[in-house]
Nanobody, 122 residues
Framework: VQLQASGGGLVQAGGSLRLSCAAS????????ISWFRQAPGKEREFVAA?????LYADSVKGRFTISRDNARYTVYLQMNSLKPEDTAVYYC???????????????????WGQGTLVTVSS
């Protein structure tokens, strides 16, 4: 599975962006797909997950929405009410279903996209 993340850019605080994660190589329809982000000087952190359940980090709950278009093998992350602290490189990641493994566990994801930079100005 190859993942291609796109949609990042520069936006003012309060604005919106939609990230896309397009998969190729095989169907991801039954895969768990998550978004992570990594800000400069910080560790990579979980943002949202889709597959089996929908889950959000507390910091983005109510502002971000993860969705998937199985026909297009694409997962989206709609980001609204963006804040400067949302500035980071955003990565999508995929794993085969693993319901007993936390979605937060970075090492459980076998496939990663290359990342797309989101910059939120104040």
């Amino acid at each position: 599975v190859q993942l291609q993340a796109s949609g990042g850019g520069l936006v003012q605080a309060g604005g919106s962006l939609r990230l896309s994660c397009a998969a190729s190589g095989r169907s991801i329809n039954n895969y768990h797909i998550s978004w992570f982000r990594q800000a400069p000087g910080k560790e990579r952190e979980f943002v949202a997950a889709s597959g089996g359940t929908t889950l959000y980090a507390d910091s983005v709950k109510g502002r971000f929405t993860i969705s998937r278009d199985n026909a297009r093998y694409t997962v989206y992350l709609q980001m609204n009410s963006l804040k400067p602290e949302d500035t980071a490189v955003y990565y999508c990641a995929a794993r085969a279903p693993a319901y007993s493994v936390s979605y937060y566990r970075i090492a459980s994801y076998k496939y990663w996209g290359q990342g797309t930079l989101v910059t939120v100005s104040s």
